[in-house]
């Protein structure tokens, strides 16, 4: 199945409320990792600007919550957490067509996907408003979508942009680094999130960089539920 000869009514039955039900993509007809996107900001990073504020993968936050928030994909943070002051202008990582506006995705306040060629989609949400674009509207990378926002809508609590790397049936989730053009050395310097990866002490060098970081399926078995993780998560916390 190639992306170019898919009608766009198909295109965005898959990509809209059928899209947990939709199969996952195999690894035929999925892009491999060649820095083919961009960051979805303008500018350079910076305190009033925007950082990486949440990497992807198994981070200490997402092991915290691995069973409640993270518990239907697999225990590990799905996405890049970008932190900005809300109304920053948001842009399309690579050419696309919008499959959804605000989609059954969750990270609300509002979000939207781009589908791409290659298999893939990308998803950016707490969006400040709805997104700037229709559904099946075509975009070009570097194209302003959307605006950020604030997962907890007030724009005080946790600015920040969310962006998942997906397959087109929403079923698998990639690290997004390799995927993105940009200089990961210095962006993984700083950021307000928690920061660091959960170790496994019986085998405490796996998943500890961000570019060595576990593909989740949604619905699948929790990759990091320890029987010796370090550091220990607080009483209570699942």
């Known amino acids: 199945m190639h992306w170019k000869l898919l009608s766009l009514p198909l295109l965005l039955l898959l990509g809209g409320g059928l899209a947990h039900n939709a199969p996952a ?17 303008a500018g350079d990073p910076g305190p ?58 969750g990270s609300p306040p509002h979000n939207l996907v781009i589908r791409h060629a290659g298999g893939l989609s990308s998803l950016y949400g707490h969006l400040l408003e709805r997104g700037s674009v229709r559904v099946g509207q075509t975009v070009k990378r570097g194209q302003v979508v959307g605006k950020s926002g604030d997962s907890q809508g007030t724009c005080v609590s946790a ?6 790397l997906r397959d087109w049936g929403h079923q698998r989730l990639f690290n997004p680094l390799p995927y993105i053009a940009a200089d990961w050395d210095t962006l993984t310097l700083a950021g307000g999130f928690s920061r660091g990866y959960e170790q ?39």
């Open 200 to 238: 496994d002490l019986n085998n405490p060098r796996r998943w500890q960089t961000p570019d060595d970081q576990p593909e989740a399926r949604r619905g699948g078995r929790l990759l990091n539920e320890y029987a010796n993780p370090w550091p220990p998560a607080p009483a209570g916390a699942r």
């Open 25 to 41: 993509l195999p690894d035929s007809q999925i892009a491999r990792p060649a820095r083919q996107f961009g960051l979805p900001f």
């Open 48 to 105: 009033n600007t925007w950082l990486l504020g949440q990497g992807y993968g198994n981070t200490l936050g997402a092991y915290r919550q691995r069973s409640s928030i993270y518990g239907n994909i697999q225990g590990i943070h799905f996405g890049l957490d970008f932190s900005a002051p809300c109304g920053t202008p948001v842009r399309a990582i690579g050419d696309g067509v919008v499959s959804e506006v605000d989609g059954p995705h």
């Open 159 to 164: 600015p920040h942009l969310h962006l998942e």
